[in-house]
Each structure stands twice: as structure tokens, then as C-alpha cells.
């Protein structure tokens, strides 16, 4: 099973950027599609963004579209969400995940990392 431990997370002010990085153990990252989720106290676990294996293909919740990025470099085993242009309702908990199959919607999160803290000010 993939381990994710989420960093990058913080305090920013409306309008600026954060970058998460999720960073993978175990060889089957690189086969495995990738996705961002996040959370909110007394709500559902939210989609934000997802990627394909191969990172030519990315997905993406209408909340963010345009101004997050999703992005992978199975190198270096480490999955990334660029976040700009943010919003105080883009504050959260962000998990990072991945998939039994190479691309998203084909099947469910298999493993989970501990989520990291965003909290835009505004």
C-alpha cells in the first residue's frame, strides 16, 4: 500500500498562492492516477483535483478550475496542487490520494495521506 504524507499547507492572505506537495512511498505511485481532496468541520470530504498516471491528463472540482493546478513528477514520487488566487472558502484540510487504477473515475481512493491545514485570510 502507498504511503502520502501531505506538506505545504499554511496561513495565506485572499489572492495569494500556497503549493502542496504530496510525497509517495512504494513503486506503485507511478501507476497509480492521484487526486486532492479537502474538508471543512461538519462537512463531506470534498473533490478538488485529480491526475491521470502518465500526468497528461487532469480533472478538476468547478470551485477551482483556473486557478489550482494539479501536477506529478513520478521521478521523484511526489504529486503537487498549485493553488493561486485564493479564496477564504478554499480554506481546509487538503488530503492527497491515490487510486487502484491509472486514471480517475475508474476507481476508488485506495490510500490517504493526514491532510495538511490551508487557511486563506481575508
Known amino acids: 500500500q502507498v504511503q502520502l504524507v501531505e506538506s505545504g499547507g499554511g496561513l495565506v492572505q485572499a489572492g495569494g498562492s500556497l503549493r502542496l506537495s504530496c510525497a509517495a512511498s512504494?513503486?506503485?505511485?507511478?501507476?497509480?492516477?492521484m487526486g486532492w481532496f479537502r474538508q471543512t468541520p461538519g462537512k463531506e470530504r470534498e473533490f478538488v483535483a485529480a491526475?491521470?498516471?502518465?500526468?497528461?491528463?487532469?480533472y478538476y472540482a468547478d470551485s477551482v478550475e483556473g486557478r489550482f493546478t494539479i501536477s506529478r513528477d513520478n521521478a521523484k514520487n511526489t504529486g503537487y496542487l498549485q493553488m493561486n488566487s485564493l479564496k477564504p472558502e478554499d480554506t481546509a484540510v487538503y488530503y492527497c490520494?491515490?487510486?487502484?487504477?491509472?486514471?480517475?473515475?475508474?476507481?476508488?481512493?485506495?490510500?490517504w495521506g493526514q491532510g495538511t491545514q490551508v487557511t486563506v485570510s481575508s
Open positions: 491526475i491521470n498516471w502518465s500526468g497528461d491528463t487532469t
Open positions: 512504494g513503486r506503485t505511485f507511478s501507476y497509480s492516477a
Open positions: 490520494a491515490t487510486f487502484k487504477s491509472t486514471d480517475y473515475g475508474n476507481s476508488p481512493p485506495g490510500s
